[in-house]
């Protein structure tokens, strides 16, 4: 087992001895299983408004299909397609940003023939997460239709499950490469070179997978599309691509200023060993000259244009206070792989090299984590606040559910790191410190007796010359632990299993901050909620009243719509149809309300033929409550009836 040193030129542990093998299983095995578990990850944009107002039925044709988001979406090549009553794609015109608006969506319609027609869309939010939907109208009046409602999901199960994997791997690559550099720059201890190697191979293979991914993820397609053109070509212009694409540039370029320093072996002689290799890169990140504040800021750059290639595709990226969001998504990303990742390498380094491994260093990761650890919580408050909205989405929500594991999980990372202090106080005790031991003595005669013969038995001590002058002692066997018997082995013991615990539980914090970056926020929850209500509102009340005059022909029945039928000022609409089911016209329709428990009304809605369809712009209808409509059709001079229903007001 060799040596390197790094930075004051202090001997540090060379990599080597026992892999920890269960470490492995903790970061790979575990987490894969509990990602497979996983649901689907929900998408982020909300669907404000449309136009056609779904299940509507429209007196003539629209002229195009328009949809209002809650964020900014992307477009896919079929982002919005239209169906007719036998399942035949319509020809629309070319989807866009409605007004240059770019939380819409829109396509021009051409001029369609009376029937249902269904609308099925698919969008990609702002945070980089699919949603698709679908809705109906209708034109003249609904039909009979082949047509039905898409089936597919927001998300393919299998390249949702395999996306997931690759973010979370990609988290793990992250903290490995960057945990392990700052370890080694902070405490000045020996790294392992597997774990440098390791943590950039890792990142790198995750971030092609996304990037390869990252169009069936789009498109809600199977594992099998990754490499078809289109696709990849969709996925190398959009804002995730991109973010992805700049990621491999930054590992190219961070690999190249390892290789610099010596991390890979150059041509000709080179260090002699991995351990000195990885202390020497880390040490002297673009050689020997560059001085450390240079290395500092290098090293942060880095990493800092690493972390933002998360947050620009991320939950950060869309919402209130996307700047401060952003910022804090940072830092936390950090403040992870700072902590998680400087646990591998103590982890590794105590398994491996435990005697080689200065207290001091120890104390300085453990000052370290400390200060990530502060980060982290202040970073992760602000950013539950944000995602959560309410207390009430804690637990009414997927989104509150997960950050309530999270928190739960994070409560016992910390119990796990106070004993990791506790212990490295204890590693970190000087060796000079002696722990006076309480020694029973004999009183009176015999007492003196045998204390003189016990300091009879001491040995003098011995003197020897050196080339230094008289050394005290030469040639004793010193004590074990040192010359004041203190043992640090014990304690290396215990900080061992409780870093080992932190990682373990590291990880599924990992896990559960993986599951929540594929989970809708419950702000995004409840601004769905809201808009689907208000929807409902802005729909109205759509009432169909039979009538029958008693004359040949003389039967039908009038559809009122009253939008958006609450207290105030309302919009009407009537049409009236024949007994074979199509738009019949009437030379006179009347509508008054009456509210009987008030004794308000009859108030005349002063409906006008408008050419096919009766309306009236301005009814105002003073107080919530069940309205009594009649409506008196007449279909003749002398043929007409009067007709009633009830609608409620809110």
């Not at 022909?553 to 024949?578: A, C, D, F, H, I």
């Amino acid at each position: 087992m060799g040596a390197g040193r790094v930075g004051d030129g202090r001997s540090v542990a060379v990599a080597g001895g026992r892999r920890p093998w269960h470490l492995v299983f903790v970061l790979l095995v575990v987490p894969l299983l509990l990602l497979a578990g996983g649901g689907s990850a929900s998408a982020h944009a909300v669907l404000k408004d449309v136009d056609p107002v779904d299940g509507s039925v429209l007196k003539t044709s629209p002229e195009a299909v328009t949809l209002t988001f809650s964020e900014s979406v992307g477009l896919l090549d079929d982002s919005i397609r239209v169906f007719d009553p036998g399942n035949r794609r319509v020809h629309t015109g070319e989807q866009e940003h409605a007004d240059g608006r770019a939380d819409t969506a829109r396509v021009t319609l051409p001029r369609l023939p009376q029937g249902s027609y269904i609308v099925a869309w698919r969008v990609v939010s702002a945070d980089s997460h699919p949603v698709s939907g679908a809705l109906t109208f209708s034109v003249g009046k609904p039909s009979a239709t082949t047509a039905v409602l898409p089936s597919d999901k927001a998300q393919d199960a299998a390249t949702t499950t395999l996306y997931d994997i690759a973010r979370y791997v990609a988290y793990g690559g992250l903290a490995l490469l960057l945990g392990v550099i700052v370890f080694a720059m902070a405490t000045g201890a020996g790294v392992s070179r597997d774990l440098l190697v390791g943590g950039w191979w890792t990142l790198l293979t995750a971030t092609v997978a996304l990037l390869l991914l990252r169009g069936p993820y789009e498109r809600g397609s199977g594992p099998t599309t990754v490499f078809e053109l289109p696709v990849l070509r969709e996925t190398a212009t959009s804002r995730p691509g991109i973010a992805l694409l700049l990621r491999l540039v930054l590992l190219g370029v961070a690999a190249a200023l390892a290789g610099r320093a010596g991390l890979t072996p150059a041509h000709g002689r080179g260090p002699d060993t991995d351990g000195e290799r990885a202390a020497g890169a880390v040490a002297t990140v673009g050689g020997p000259a560059v001085g450390a504040r240079l290395r500092f800021a290098v090293v942060t750059l880095l990493s800092l244009a690493l972390a933002l290639t998360w947050a620009v595709a991320e939950h950060a990226s869309a919402g209130i206070q996307v700047p401060l969001a952003m910022t804090s998504a940072v830092l936390h990303l950090l403040a992870m792989a700072v902590w998680l990742g400087g646990l591998a390498a103590l982890l590794t380094a105590l398994y491996r090299t435990p005697d080689e491994l200065p207290a001091a260093a120890v104390a300085r990761f453990s000052r370290l984590a400390l200060a990530s650890v502060a980060v982290l919580v202040a970073t992760g408050v602000y950013q539950s606040w944000r995602g959560l909205g309410s207390l009430d989405a804690l637990t009414s929500t997927q989104y509150g559910r997960l950050l309530a594991a999270k928190l739960v999980a994070v409560v016992l990372l910390l119990a796990a790191a106070a004993y990791s202090r506790r212990w490295t106080a204890r590693l970190a005790m000087p060796a000079a410190v002696a722990v006076p031991r309480r020694v029973p003595e004999m009183v009176g005669a015999a007492g003196r007796a045998e204390t003189a013969a016990r300091a009879a038995l001491v040995e003098e001590p011995r003197t020897a010359e050196g080339p230094d002058g008289p050394t005290v002692n030469a040639g004793a066997d010193p004590e074990p632990g040192g010359p004041s018997g203190y043992d640090p082995s014990p304690y290396r013991s215990a900080l061992r299993r409780s870093v080992l615990a932190e990682i373990t539980i590291g990880v599924v914090v990992l896990v559960i901050t993986t599951l929540l970056t594929g989970a809708q926020p419950g702000r995004a929850v409840s601004e769905q909620q809201a808009a689907r209500t208000a929807s409902e509102q802005t729909l109205g009340s759509t009432t169909l009243i039979p009538f029958d005059v008693g004359t040949p022909g003389g039967r039908g029945k009038v559809q009122v719509e009253l939008t958006p039928s609450r207290v105030g000022e309302n919009q009407v609409q009537m049409v009236v149809y024949g007994p074979d089911g199509g738009i019949a016209t009437v030379p006179e329709l009347r509508l008054s309300f009456t509210l009987d428990g008030r004794k308000i009304g009859p108030l005349d809605a002063k409906v006008e033929n408008r050419g096919g369809y009766w309306a009236a712009d301005a009814l105002n209808l003073p107080l919530p409550g069940t309205w009594t409509m009649k409506v008196t059709v007449r279909t003749s001079a002398i043929d007409q009836v009067t007709v009633s229903k009830t609608v409620r007001i809110g």
